[in-house]
């Protein structure tokens, strides 16, 4: 299984961490492309480090770049394959930088973007304690066929609150994947919020940033 690293931000206020901000890059990009993330949020979260890991594989398609797994068909089936395979990888890392930090589950948020929306959602949702939550930026909920739905649900061990956005004019994942997955998550009794942002691609825009900041200040408010 490949050990996963990538850049990091100590919380702003140079204290010891009392939260954990994932950053999960999409497809032929890398930990450095989310980082920049952290520092946009550090006001929102003062007290909480920021990670972004680089992905396991070499990007096919982008020499210097990474990828959760291989995306070639752009299809259901190989979304499904692919999150199943990246999964045990990405599970190891976050139990290795609560460790690290000396935190729990529940001041953990995953944040990710296209692919790594697909791994924030798929690893969230099969945490053995659940995150506090998790942001998913031009992603999809990746499901299988129908005939393994049963094994699918049973594999959903925690039920974080989800944010979710998307662009309506976005050319990659087409922007019906919103409302397609908010329907998934809440049919599995999962809290999901959704905001289609209008006029972008795919990307993050300052809308998106300001709900994703105040979403993660709400479900990592400092403990009392």
Do not use: K
């Amino acid at each position: 299984m490949p050990m996963l690293d990538g850049p990091r931000l100590a919380p702003a206020s140079g204290g010891p961490a009392d939260a954990l901000v994932v950053l999960l890059h999409g497809y032929g990009a890398d930990g450095r492309d989310l980082i920049e993330l952290g520092e946009l949020w550090a006001s929102f979260l003062p007290g909480a480090a920021f990670v972004a890991p680089h992905a396991p594989e070499p990007c096919a398609v982008a020499p210097v770049g990474r990828q959760w797994f291989g995306y070639v068909e752009r299809d259901d089936r190989e979304r499904w394959i692919g999150v199943q395979g990246a999964h045990p990888a990405l599970d190891a890392f976050l139990d290795a930088e609560l460790a690290r930090l000396g935190l729990v589950d529940s001041r953990l948020a995953l944040v990710g973007f296209s692919q790594g929306t697909m791994m924030a959602l798929h690893t969230g949702l099969r945490r053995a304690a659940a995150p506090a939550g998790i942001v998913g930026f031009s992603g999809i909920h990746v499901v299988p066929g129908e005939r393994e739905f049963e094994a699918f649900d049973a594999a959903i061990t925690s039920r974080p609150p989800v944010l979710l956005i998307h662009g309506d004019r976005d050319e990659v994942i087409p922007p019906q994947a919103l409302p397609r997955a908010m329907e998934s998550l809440e049919s599995r009794g999962i809290a999901v919020r959704g905001h289609l942002s209008n006029g972008l691609g795919h990307g993050i825009d300052q809308t998106g940033l300001l709900l994703a900041g105040n979403f993660l200040n709400e479900i990592l408010a400092p403990p009392r």
